[in-house]
């Protein structure tokens, strides 16, 4: 079992940058991949970044890119997305979530493990 706990959401004006954290906790002795999603109010939950174990391979979602960066530092059990240039069409609550394995996995049936939420909004 992973427990995830997110923090680091907020209100900020359009073209600010945010931070997001996750902290890992309970089995993570074992290698697992962690990624991001977020589900806006009436949208499906969305794909936003993902990263391996090692860290080595990362994707992110098509409207992110360039605009956010996924990473991850093992001995603290947390990772990170660090969110620039936000848009208000950026605003959802975001989750973090982690599975075992070696890649890094775009879709959330592949994870097992969900965080609680953290709600970003972006004003214009």
């Known amino acids: 079992q992973v427990q995830l706990v997110e923090s680091g959401g907020g209100l900020v004006q359009a073209g600010a940058s945010l931070r997001l954290s996750c902290a890992a906790s309970?089995?993570?002795?074992?290698?697992?991949?962690m990624g991001w999603f977020r589900q806006a109010p009436g949208k499906e939950r969305e794909f936003v970044a993902s990263i391996n174990w090692s860290g080595n391979i990362k994707s992110h979602g098509d409207s992110m890119k360039g605009r956010f960066t996924i990473s991850r530092d093992n001995a603290k059990n947390t990772v990170y997305l660090q969110m620039n240039s936000l848009k208000p069409e950026d605003t959802a609550v975001y989750y973090c979530?982690?599975?075992?394995?070696?890649?890094?996995?775009?879709?959330?049936?592949?994870?097992?493990?969900w965080g609680q939420g953290t709600q970003v909004t972006v004003s214009s």
């Open positions: 309970g089995r993570t002795d074992s290698r697992y991949a």
């Open positions: 979530a982690a599975t075992y394995g070696s890649n890094a996995y775009l879709s959330p049936s592949d994870y097992g493990y």
